[in-house]
């Protein structure tokens, strides 16, 4: 006995097709609207075709979609690009998949696959794992704090040996 789909002119492929496209990344993309709309047009009723207004609306969301696409990673570049010279703390995740976190000047930006990459105490941090932008002011101030802390913390420790 043959199982048959369910819902009425589409046949397993079909199904198939949309799962994979669902199951490839959680957010939606400009790739993955494309792809929709190409299984929409293989998959249409020939007895009842989409009109030619529904697939310039279509096209339309898909063109609007890649310009704020375009847009949002020029934001990112020039967003990275103003972060030259200053004191970031990036978010990353270790060999042993716990978080944790780097810190330093920003050198410079590179650009790879269209995406911006933070030059980092002579490594590379995508732009999008920034947590943190600080005042190179207060680090310094911070730095100097916590090194008199320490001298004191070696002298309180040396003198009770000592004893």
């Known amino acids: 006995m043959s199982m048959t ?15 994979s496209i669902e199951n490839k ?3 939606l993309d400009k790739d993955t609207f494309l792809q929709l709309l190409v299984a ?11 009109s030619s207004t529904e697939y310039i609306s279509q ?20 967003d990275a690009q103003s972060l030259v010279g200053s004191y970031v703390i990036m978010k990353t995740i270790g060999i042993d998949g716990k978080e944790d976190y780097i810190s330093g000047l920003v050198d410079y930006v590179t650009m790879h696959n ?13 732009y999008s794992d920034l947590d ?32």
């Not at 269209?114 to 995508?126: A, H, M, R």
């Open 5 to 19: 789909n369910p819902v009425k002119g589409v046949d397993s492929s079909t199904v198939t097709d949309i799962n």
């Open 132 to 163: 943190s932008v600080v005042d190179i002011d207060y680090m310094m101030a911070l730095a100097a704090q916590q090194d008199k802390e320490a001298s004191a913390n070696n002298a309180e420790s040396g003198n009770s040996s000592g004893e």
């Open 59 to 78: 096209l339309a969301q898909f063109t609007s979609l890649e310009e704020m696409e375009n847009l949002n990673q020029s934001f990112d570049q020039s």
């Open 40 to 50: 929409q047009m293989k998959y249409q009723d020939p007895l009842e075709p989409a």
């Open 25 to 27: 990344s959680s957010g």
């Open 114 to 126: 269209g995406k911006p990459y933070l030059s980092i105490n002579d490594g590379f941090y995508d």
